[in-house]
């Protein structure tokens, strides 16, 4: 019961929406690894396998990196693709990073970016749930990019706990540093005579 709480919970919160298909540009969910392969081939000059961490869980991917030429999803560069395939050797799960901060042109490309909410205290992720699985995105000012991710159904349910997890242990450490800093604060004020 405890390992279907966050799902319960996140579908409560996010009713499950009516997509046709989850995909981000060339990548919908359930394509064969043979054809997400070439897709990265021809469209990135590194593409490597390796494994990364995912909401600090190990996971096996592989990555497109160093776009070969004008390499874009409607007009926004796209500058790294991260892939996962499930046991039949079917894409589960696809990361894609746009050179983009500007949401409003990230959701009229991707209308499905415009189902996903706000998750409180994640530093700004939003999610959004359909029958087949999940979008899960979140837009970097500093770094200059936005993060789509879309993944299955048996994916998701892996990646509500993961996230759930990864929210406390960041929460966790930002009340450890709030806290040092405080005492920092309250021994500075003190001060020596």
């Keep these: 019961m405890k390992r279907t709480l966050p799902l319960l919970f996140a ?3 996010f009713p499950l929406q ?13 394509m064969p690894k043979p054809q997400v392969l070439a897709i990265l081939q021809q469209q990135f ?18 990555q497109g990196a160093g776009p070969k030429g004008n390499y874009n999803l409607g007009g926004i560069p796209v500058s790294k693709v991260k892939a996962s395939f ?13 050179d983009t901060t500007d949401e409003a ?12 909410k706000r998750v409180p205290r ?4 939003l999610e959004a749930f359909s029958a087949d699985g999940e979008l899960v995105y979140w837009v970097s ?10 993944a299955d159904k048996a994916s998701s349910a ?15 450490l930002n009340r450890k540093f709030d806290k040092l800093i405080e005492t920092a604060k309250a021994a500075e004020g003190k001060g020596t005579p």
């Design 45 to 62: 000059g590194e593409v490597e396998q390796f494994t990364g961490y995912h909401y600090q869980v190990p996971t096996e991917f592989f």
């Design 105 to 116: 042109r990230v959701q009229q490309l991707l209308p499905m970016t415009k189902d996903a």
């Design 11 to 13: 579908c409560a919160i």
């Design 86 to 98: 499930n046991e039949a050797d079917q894409l589960r799960q696809v990361q894609v990073q746009l």
């Design 18 to 30: 009516a997509w046709s298909a989850l995909e981000v540009g060339q990548f919908t969910l359930g």
């Design 141 to 150: 000012k500093d770094w200059g990019w936005t993060v789509v991710t879309i």
């Design 122 to 125: 994640s530093g700004g992720r």
């Design 158 to 172: 892996n990646n509500i706990k993961a996230r759930a997890k990864s929210d406390e242990t960041f929460a966790q």
